[in-house]
Each structure stands twice: as structure tokens, then as C-alpha cells.
């Protein structure tokens, strides 16, 4: 079963960083586009960046853009979320997904990974 695994989540404080990793057990992401997901308690899920298969393009919405980076080394299997500059609405369960198609229009920024497999999360606490 095709199952990515998320992992490096934890308390930090505001402003500090955390690098969460998506890796998989028993197959290879290199032929995935993979998004990350976030979902705070009480709140819709949300996309917060994807990833090409490639590596080649990526996006990230609005709310995290310049602080959170995506990225890949295929040889090494990973796919990696580099946070920088947490805040406090930050906090939430962080999930990976193979697959992610980036929309964006007035209202926001929307992946959608509708026929992808998801982890099962990995909670990222910001907090002083």
C-alpha cells in the first residue's frame, strides 16, 4: 500500500524552525508530486505547498511564502519542509500527500490531492 510517512514535528518556539520530513516505506515518492497539508483544531484542512515530481516547480500559499520551503533530493527519497519563522498559527497537524495540484485564485491558494495517499500526520506545535 502506498503510504508516505510524515516525521520532525514538534514544540517550538515562535520564531524558531522545524524541518518535517515525508518519506516513504516500501516504494520511492520520485514519481509523486507531493503536497503538504496542514489542519489546526477547528479549521478546514488546508494545502501549504506542493512539490513536481521533478522538483522543478513548487508553490506554497500565502500564508507561509518566504518562510517555508519545499524541496526534494529524489536520489535520497525525502520530500522536506523547511519552516522558518513560526508563528503561533502555525500550530497544527501536518500531513503529506502523493499528489497535489495547485490552484490559486482571488480567494486563496487550494491543492487539491483528491486520488493521492496521505500520512498520517505529524503535529507541529508553536508555543512559548
Known amino acids: 500500500q502506498v503510504q508516505p510517512v510524515e516525521s520532525g514535528g514538534g514544540l517550538v518556539q515562535p520564531g524558531g524552525s522545524l524541518r518535517l520530513s515525508c518519506a516513504a516505506s516500501?516504494?520511492?515518492?520520485?514519481?509523486?508530486?507531493i503536497g503538504w497539508f496542514r489542519q489546526a483544531p477547528g479549521k478546514e484542512r488546508e494545502g501549504v505547498s506542493c512539490?513536481?515530481?521533478?522538483?522543478?516547480?513548487?508553490s506554497y500559499s500565502d500564508s507561509v511564502k518566504g518562510r517555508f520551503t519545499i524541496s526534494r533530493d529524489n536520489a535520497k527519497n525525502p520530500v522536506y519542509l523547511q519552516m522558518n519563522s513560526l508563528k503561533p498559527e502555525d500550530t497544527a497537524v501536518y500531513y503529506c500527500a502523493t499528489q497535489c495540484t495547485p490552484k490559486r485564485t482571488n480567494s486563496g491558494y487550494y491543492l487539491n490531492a483528491d486520488f493521492g495517499s496521505w500520512g498520517q500526520g505529524t503535529q507541529v506545535t508553536v508555543s512559548s
Open positions: 516500501g516504494f520511492t515518492l520520485d514519481y509523486y508530486a
Open positions: 512539490i513536481s515530481s521533478s522538483g522543478g516547480s513548487t
